[in-house]
């Protein structure tokens, strides 16, 4: 089993950056891919980006590409998502998601954990 907490979610306005951050415990993480997903009211869960453990390969929605940066830290077994030029239509409840194997998807059915998510809002 895998743990996924994640933070640093909030409200902030157009333009303005927030980090997120993502702990993992339960397992060793190097073979694993770790994505994070967004969901706004109403809409299907959506993929943001997503990188692989132990190689550090990094995909991302074109929506973000340019604007998001994921990350991590080993010694801390966890998983970040800077968020810089943050648009109203950023705003969703963001999850933090894993994979048991090293290859990257874009959807949410391949992901095996889940955290419980934090809130971003950014107003106009």
């Known amino acids: 089993q895998v743990q996924l907490v994640e933070s640093g979610g909030g409200l902030v306005q157009g333009g303005d950056s927030l980090r997120l951050s993502c702990a993992a415990s339960g397992r060793t993480l190097s073979r694993y891919t770790m994505g994070w997903f967004r969901q706004a009211p109403g809409k299907e869960r959506e993929f943001v980006a997503a990188?692989?453990?132990?190689?550090?390969?990094?995909y991302y929605a074109d929506s973000v590409k340019g604007r998001f940066t994921m990350s991590r830290d080993n010694a801390k077994n966890s998983v970040y998502l800077q968020m810089n030029s943050l648009q109203p239509e950023d705003t969703a409840v963001y999850y933090c998601?894993?994979?048991?194997?090293?290859?990257?998807?874009?959807?949410?059915?391949?992901?095996?954990?889940w955290g419980q998510g934090t809130q971003v809002t950014v107003s106009s």
């Open positions: 998601a894993a994979r048991n194997t090293a290859v990257i998807r874009t959807t949410a059915t391949a992901y095996d954990y």
């Open positions: 990188s692989t453990w132990s190689v550090g390969a990094t």
